[in-house]
Structures are given as structure tokens and as C-alpha cells.
């Protein structure tokens, strides 16, 4: 079966320290890899994608990602974070022999103090 | 401006009382995608189309029906709706290429009682 996994529910960081969001995914074949953000009573907004090519992807708001395949993880970083940066942070995947069907985590409230 | 619209935005029913919820987007996407999402579940997706007339299901379609008879609106229906399907819904599109990023509206908040 298809999933993804975000081990953290939350992660607390302080302002101007680097971050990661953990992401893990079971998908057979060479998946197609996202990362989407939502801030309070909004929709996802996209930040970054992994298609092929460099393990590091970078993306939306200073936002990088690294591919790593042998571990199936999809962690996404930012060196210095900002108080503007909090959010839940969703890790998506789409499997390679079905481009229609999207699987999410369960999600990461992002916590940034001053 | 491109966007994704969903209508209503807030919906507070009964039991077993048909109800759709309205999906419209303004970018000649092909691919259109309905998702719920539930605490500590993340997205699901419920049904997913790839263009006019064609759609499929997701992970999570029971007690759900789509349609897409035209490009720009895929609404979704509860024909007897239960409390299971207290929820946010997503409606999301996208070109179809599988790497596209989707394009989410702002969520529709049901409950029913």
C-alpha cells in the first residue's frame, strides 16, 4: 500500500535557526515528490517538487528539499527560519504508474518563536 | 486572477439530506481533484478527474459521487450525507502532467448533525 509519513506533528524552532520537516514515503516505483504549506483557514499552497534530476530541490519562500532515494525520505529544510514561516507543512506523493492519484501525511504544525 | 473557487464555504446539515458542494476553476486545467481532510489523517483523496466525463476514484469515495461536465466545475455530492463525513473539503486542479503542482481552494467546512 501506498503512504507517507510525517513523524512529527509539531516542531518548535527558534527564529533564525535552520529547520527540518521530516517526510518518509512507501510508493512503489519512482514517485513524483511535494511539498504544500496552509496557513490558518486557507487552502495548500505549493512550495517545492522533486521530479527527477538533483536531490536538492529548491523551492518557494527559501525553502530546499532533499530526495533521497535509498532512504525514501523527502525532509524538507530552510537554513534561518521566520516567525512568518509557521504553518502546517504537508509532504505529498504521486506513484509512478498512476500520475492521477496523490497520497499526503498527515501533516506538521510548524512552530517558529521569536 | 487564477483561482479555485468552492461554494459553500461553510455548510451545516442534516442527516441524509443530499447536498453539493460546487467546485469552479479559471485555468483550463484538465486534472481536477476532491480531498478531505481530517486531524492527525492529513489529505484523502476522494475522487479525481482527468478531463471532461472522465473520472475515478481516490482512496476515500464511499459515500461520495462526482461529476465533470464541463471543464471548469467538478462538484461534489453527498446524497445522504452521515456524521462520519464531518470534514474540510478540498477541491484542487492541475494540468495533467503528474508533476504539475495542484491548485487548492479555500475549503469547505461541513458538519453534519
Known amino acids: 500500500a501506498q503512504s507517507v509519513a510525517q513523524p512529527e506533528d509539531q516542531v518548535n524552532v527558534a527564529e533564525g535557526n535552520p529547520l527540518t520537516v521530516k517526510c518518509t514515503y512507501s510508493?512503489?516505483?519512482?514517485?513524483?515528490l511535494f511539498w504544500y504549506v496552509q496557513y490558518p483557514n486557507r487552502g495548500l499552497q505549493f512550495l517545492l517538487k522533486?521530479?527527477?534530476?538533483?536531490?536538492l530541490v529548491k523551492g518557494s519562500y527559501g525553502f530546499e528539499a532533499e530526495f533521497n532515494k535509498s532512504q525514501t525520505s523527502f525532509h524538507l529544510k530552510k537554513p534561518s527560519a521566520l516567525v512568518s514561516d509557521s504553518a502546517l507543512y504537508f509532504c505529498a506523493v504521486t506513484p509512478w504508474d498512476n500520475f492521477n492519484k496523490f497520497y499526503f501525511g498527515s501533516g506538521t504544525k510548524l512552530n517558529v518563536k521569536p | 486572477e487564477a483561482q479555485v473557487t468552492q461554494n459553500p464555504r461553510y455548510l451545516i446539515t442534516v442527516t441524509g439530506k443530499k447536498l453539493t458542494v460546487t467546485c469552479s476553476q479559471n485555468m483550463n486545467h484538465e486534472y481536477m481533484s476532491w480531498y478531505r481532510q481530517d486531524p492527525g489523517l492529513g489529505l484523502r483523496q476522494i475522487y479525481y478527474s482527468m478531463n471532461v466525463e472522465v473520472t475515478d476514484k481516490g482512496d476515500v469515495p464511499e459515500g461520495y459521487k462526482v461529476s465533470r461536465k464541463e471543464k471548469r466545475n467538478f462538484p461534489l455530492i453527498l446524497e445522504s450525507p452521515s456524521p462520519n463525513q464531518t470534514s474540510l473539503y478540498f477541491c484542487a486542479s492541475s494540468l495533467l502532467d503528474g508533476g504539475s503542482e495542484q491548485f487548492f481552494g479555500p475549503g469547505t467546512r461541513l458538519t453534519v448533525l
Open positions: 510508493v512503489s516505483g519512482n514517485p513524483y
Open positions: 522533486y521530479i527527477t534530476g538533483d536531490n
